[in-house]
């Protein structure tokens, strides 16, 4: 066995990639609040069931689990757990927890709560869209049919101790175990409250549900009993729910709010990036998000490489950044730089009409073809779609667009002859966890490419999944270099088919105001957004 | 007139029967997954299977259909998908706040609209006449999501008279109801200045003039009560306008009404509260309609319940 090696693998590919540890001041003061405003009622703090980017922080702070990130980077670290060991095979995670950590209603964590609230995310009566996230995990197969009495790779050997055992080796594993799904929860308090959980959290996370004012206001008070010392730095955080994004802003340069978390309205954006006092309040940082473009490939004329990979030089990619103000950096793979086996030395398909055309008229289409283009119809991706429209227009290809609402636009994807292109704004991939594997399975994998599916190039290259299939198996920590290579030629080799055209990576721009403080790595962490909840602190309580 | 009161209830609830059929019709049709929707994007074919077979979403449309049928009747709306939470407790939480923002709505376009009625009919053809004129247009085109964001603007961020959004205070009432009752006055003043015009042409007021009577008590006894009939039969269906209103003016203001709840019900295809809000603005608009019906003969004896 190999002694708590976690932060040689999996995370210290992460750490090349997502830099330093972020400055947080250790002694920054305890004390003061923040407010924070949204504009949709917060849907559920249920870890096993919350799954939106506005209940995932939250839910972040009110739960921990075994493993967690060093607050503002992608560096894995231990949370609840004490140590963590990796069988030299890879298959058996030993976790032992720390010394009295406690959930909110006061009673102190065992092994039999990681087992139970494993179970609980993987039950198929929990409907947990999480659950699976836990396929490694031995004897996932039977209970997440519904057969069997709970997870056999899950065994409690003490008090302190469990062991999870797997069915295949997976580097992801740890990612996983730090994923919210993975949160240690107490059972009495679940069944307790039933399908009311999700109102009624009980977590062992740094701040405790104090008031749920539904489509009003939820309020977090600090926990007392946090295993760790000195956090959270706030009293108290107050989500203002109802509030249009707009009128958020308003609240916030009146003085009545600190985040806007629904971000700066695009209308505004410019506004208040060239107010200097405002501007000076922004905090700018990468996002795990790629917007792209997808090209059905199983549907005539996209079938045909030479036509998908014209149609990645026909779009004007700066153009587009620049109807978003500059909001984005433009892309040429699916992973985001930030993301650990980026490629920065692949160059893409540069933007070139004249050889697209070409390329299109060596493919059969002199005169160009008609195809659609689904949307969904939510600002700016309509406008995109325009200027997407326009540049395929400049090849021959005439676009129809199909400004739909979310929903729609996901089933028109996941049905093969459906939607020959979508622009995937609104609905982009965000990483789940920071690691190249989240971008490849369920959007450009054969697993993905299935009814109901979120690959919606229907794109499917048996010999690239075994290479997937190998590099995950690389669970030595020792092999995260030759991990990472694996992946970053995976990616570049799936441009060579282009069944994306990736557009841009999204930035993140958070406005905060005067009163709160901390290293600028928090308020864009890449793990929670729109700020760490946790290590914020406020200047008034200094 | 009870003959009539059980004649209206029986029609009343056929025309429910009917919406809540449509309205599950509508939603079925919709090619969106609510399995998919709550499985998530990590989810494989077999999950998303396995919760459609729990939510019963695989039988046929009318086995569904009936089986919510007969819930309802138990008074059993279902639990929201995505919250989890019962829908009766959901639109239970919000529904004090929608009735609250919808009666203090139908008081200002009254005052509003009547005001402005009365007074242009008075001063018909004159400069004021034609200034409230043009008023009342803007305020019938005027779309209610750059009204609510301007008023806030004005009384919120500038004056800061009141507070930017909110709900708890008679102060965070007032923006919110101005928002909502101003498309309403807009039609009721055009609506009361038509029709003073109307009575005053009768020849019963050229009687009461004849007879010495001062001019304000003409126009309070004699021509505002006639005036203001066809005005009292819109409210019942004004309450229809109101419940797609309040989907803006909620969201504009953070008012947590049924209105936001709608909403991101619709975002998120979770069908059992879209359901759930559809029943109860439903019911309020066959409610306010079957009220103004009632309440017509009372006012005006020469209209007959038969």
Known sequence: ?542 | MSGYLVRRLIESALILLGITFVTFVLLYMVPADPARQIAGRSATAETVANIRDQLGLNDPLFVQYFRYLGNLLQGDMGRSYLQRAEVADLIAARLPASLLLMVSAIVTELILGLTIGVVAALRRNRPADHTLMIFSFVSISAPQFVIGILLLYVFSVQFGWLPIGGYGTFAHLILPSITLGFLGAGWYSRMMRSSMIDVLEQDFVRTARAKGLSRLHIITRHVMPNAILPVIAMIGIDIGLFMSGIVVVESVFGWPGIGQLAWQAIQRVDIPVIMGVTMVSATAIVLGNLIADLVAPLIDPRIKTK
């Open chain 1, 1 to 542: 066995m190999k002694r708590n090696t976690f932060l040689a693998g999996v995370a210290g590919l992460a750490l090349a990639a997502g830099g330093a540890f972020a400055q947080v001041n250790e002694d920054a003061p305890q004390g003061g609040e923040m407010v924070v405003t949204y504009q949709d009622d917060v849907a559920t703090l249920d870890p096993a069931i919350g799954y939106d980017w506005q209940n995932w922080s939250m839910i972040k702070s009110l739960f921990d689990g075994l493993m967690g990130y060093e607050p503002g980077t992608t560096t894995l670290r231990n949370e609840l757990a004490a140590s963590h060991e990796i069988s030299d095979d890879g298959m058996v995670h030993t976790f032992v927890l720390k010394d009295g950590i406690k959930f909110h209603n006061g009673r102190e964590i065992i092994a039999e709560d990681v087992k139970y609230s494993l179970e609980r995310v993987t039950d198929p009566t929990t409907r947990s869209p999480g659950a699976g996230f836990f396929g490694m995990i031995d004897g996932f197969d039977t209970w997440n049919a519904g057969e069997g009495d709970g997870l056999s790779g899950v065994e409690v050997i003490d008090d302190k101790t469990v062991q999870i055992t797997l069915s295949r080796p997976d580097a992801t594993f740890t990612h996983v175990m730090a994923l919210n799904f993975a949160s240690i929860v107490p059972r009495e308090a679940v069944e307790a409250s039933g399908e009311d959980f999700g109102r009624e959290p009980v977590g062992s996370g740094a701040f405790r549900l104090a008031e749920w004012t539904p489509g009003q206001q939820v309020v977090f008070e600090r926990f007392e009993d946090y295993h760790r010392a000195g956090v959270p730095k706030l009293d108290k955080v107050t989500f203002d729910i109802g509030l249009d994004p707009t009128v958020a802003l308003l609240r916030l340069q009146n003085g009545d709010a600190d985040v806007p978390g629904d971000g700066i309205p695009p209308a505004q954006f410019l506004q208040v990036m060239n107010n200097p006092e405002q501007a000076d309040n922004v905090v700018e940082g990468g996002q795990l998000h790629t917007g792209y473009i997808t090209l059905n490939t199983q549907m005539a004329p996209f079938d045909n490489v030479n036509v998908r990979k014209a149609m990645n030089m026909a779009i004007n990619k700066d153009r587009i950044v620049q109807m978003i103000n500059g909001r984005a950096v433009p892309a040429n793979q699916p992973l985001p730089p930030s993301m650990p086996g980026y490629a920065d030395d692949y160059e893409g398909y540069p933007f070139d009409p004249e050889a697209a055309r070409a390329m299109l008229a060596e493919a059969g289409f002199p005169d160009g073809f008609t195809t659609e283009l689904f949307v969904m119809n939510v600002d700016p991706n309509p406008r995109i779609a325009q200027a997407i429209q326009q540049d395929l227009s400049e090849i021959g290809v005439k676009v129809e667009i199909r400004s739909l609402a979310q929903s729609n636009v996901i089933a028109a994807g996941g049905e093969a002859d459906q939607a020959p292109m979508i622009w995937s704004g609104g609905m982009a991939w965000i990483a789940d966890f920071p690691d190249p594997s989240n971008f490849y399975g369920p959007i450009l994998g054969c697993a993905g490419a299935v009814s109901g599916g979120w690959n919606w190039s229907w794109y499917c290259n048996k010999e690239l999944d075994a290479r997937a299939a190998e590099a995950d198996a690389m669970a030595d920590p020792a092999l995260a270099d030759e991990r990472e290579e694996a992946w970053r030629s995976i990616y570049v080799d799936i441009m060579d088919d282009a069944p994306w055209v990736p557009v841009f990576n999204e930035q993140r721009f958070t406005l905060v105001s005067d009163r709160m403080a901390g290293d600028d790595s928090l308020f864009v962490d890449p793990v929670h957004i729109p700020v760490n909840y946790d290590y914020i602190y406020s200047v008034e309580a200094e």
